[in-house]
Nanobody, 115 residues
Framework: QVQLVESGGGLVQAGGSLRLSCAAS????????MGWYRQAPGKQRELVAT???????NYADSVKGRFTISRDNAKNTVYLQMNSLKPEDTSVYYC?????????WGQGTQVTVSS
């Protein structure tokens, strides 16, 4: 069982920055991959960024060059640094952890970008 606790969402103006955090209840190096997904009202949940246990990263085209996923192994925490935010980035952002057997989700954190 893995618990994920997100923080860092909020309201920001277009062009601004936010950093999301996701604290895991276990050693994140035991997790195959961790990442961030988002879901806007009326839309499907979509991938934002992922990082494998080995450190490989993957980004949605819409956020490449603006968002950066990183981790602090000592804190069992994954971050999403979001720069140059746009109104279309407004969504609930969810942390995800994939183990061999299970797929875990955090409770979500709201990010709202005003124009």
């Amino acid at each position: 069982q893995v618990q994920l606790v997100e923080s860092g969402g909020g309201l920001v103006q277009a062009g601004g920055s936010l950093r999301l955090s996701c604290a895991a209840s276990i050693d994140i190096l035991r997790i195959n991959a961790m990442g961030w997904y988002r879901q806007a009202p009326g839309k499907q949940r979509e991938l934002v960024a992922t990082m494998s246990a080995g450190g490989s990263t993957n980004y949605a085209d819409s956020v490449k060059g603006r968002f950066t996923i990183s981790r602090d192994n000592a804190k069992n925490t994954v971050y999403l640094q979001m720069n140059s935010l746009k109104p279309e980035d407004t969504s609930v952002y969810y942390c995800n952890a994939q183990t061999v057997l299970m797929n875990y989700w955090g409770q979500g954190t709201q990010v709202t970008v005003s124009s």
